[in-house]
Nanobody, 127 residues
């Protein structure tokens, strides 16, 4: 079973930036698509972004398009989420997850498409 460890969260002012990282333990990292989800207090977990195994295909939550960028470095077994122009409504615990297949699934936004999850990192956007 793969282990995923997120880092890079913290407190940032509105309009600021953060880069989240997710390091994976398995050498098979490049085989699978990866995703980022978030869960705000009192709300359901929601999809944020995903990327295919070779990095050539991405999907985003509509409200983060143009502000967030997902990328991966398979040599380092790491996936990233660059978050710019952060808003208070982006405040949440952010989780990375490994998908069950290499490509971006049709239902890429569904938690059920992901087999393994990290523990999460808190992102707080506040002045």
């Amino acid at each position: 079973q793969i282990q995923l460890h997120e880092s890079g969260g913290g407190l940032v002012q509105p309009g600021g930036s953060l880069r989240l990282s997710c390091a994976a333990s398995a050498v098979t990292f490049s085989i699978y698509a990866m995703g980022w989800f978030r869960q705000a207090q009192g709300k359901e977990r929601e999809f944020v972004a995903c990327i295919s195994g070779n990095g050539d295909n991405t999907r985003y939550l509509e409200s983060v398009k143009g502000r967030f960028t997902i990328s991966r470095d398979n040599a380092k077994n790491t996936v990233y989420l660059q978050m710019n122009s952060l808003r208070p409504e982006d405040t949440a615990v952010y989780f990375c997850a490994q998908a069950r297949i290499r490509s971006v699934a049709i239902r890429y936004y569904a938690s059920s498409q992901y087999a393994d999850w990290g523990q999460g990192t808190q992102v707080t956007v506040s002045s």
